[in-house]
């Protein structure tokens, strides 16, 4: 059964990376997996994790953390797992450290992304969001190059 959101709210999927939260719109997000059989590659970018097979089709997992310019452990956790999203039916994995839940947030608790974060470095950043007394960071997918995505 398909729940009907209302056109004043957004749901995104919540998520630690390090101490923070961020969150990126549900409507962006394909599936959630765990980490497993990952593929180190040789000689690789610095955010690129791995690859995993997922259906038989190879997935390049990247370090969010990494990617955002966060700094992170070295080792993933038990509770890792790598968001799958999508542009222009190719398809590419973010390690994430954990994956909190789903929320919707009405768009009167949205702020418009502060001054201190509007440089081209933080282009991705499009809002923060209040929950319970607490700050989400909301991303969308600018912090991707086309050339991430493997073809579907």
């Known amino acids: 059964m398909k729940t009907e959101k209302k056109s004043?709210?957004?749901q995104y999927i919540v998520f630690a990376a390090g101490e923070e939260e961020y969150g990126l719109p549900v409507d962006q997000v394909v599936e959630i997996?765990?980490?497993?059989?990952?593929?180190?590659v040789p000689n690789a970018r610095a955010d690129l994790l791995g690859l995993v097979d997922l259906r038989e089709r190879v997935l390049p997992v990247f370090?969010?953390?990494q990617r955002l310019g966060v700094r992170r452990e070295q080792k993933l956790s038990q509770s890792a797992r790598a968001i799958v999203v999508e542009?222009?039916?190719?398809?590419?994995g973010l390690a994430v450290d954990r994956v909190?839940?789903?929320l919707t947030f009405k768009h009167e608790h949205i702020e418009a992304s502060p001054p201190a974060l509007r440089t081209t470095v933080n282009q991705h950043v499009t809002g923060v969001g209040k929950h319970n007394d607490q700050f989400i960071i909301l991303l969308?997918?600018?912090?991707?190059?086309e050339d991430d995505f493997t073809q579907e």
């Open 63 to 65: 370090l969010l953390q």
């Open 100 to 102: 909190l839940s789903v």
């Open 140 to 145: 969308n997918l600018t912090f991707l190059d």
């Open 87 to 92: 542009r222009k039916n190719r398809r590419v």
């Open 33 to 40: 997996i765990k980490i497993e059989g990952l593929i180190p």
């Open 8 to 10: 004043d709210e957004s």
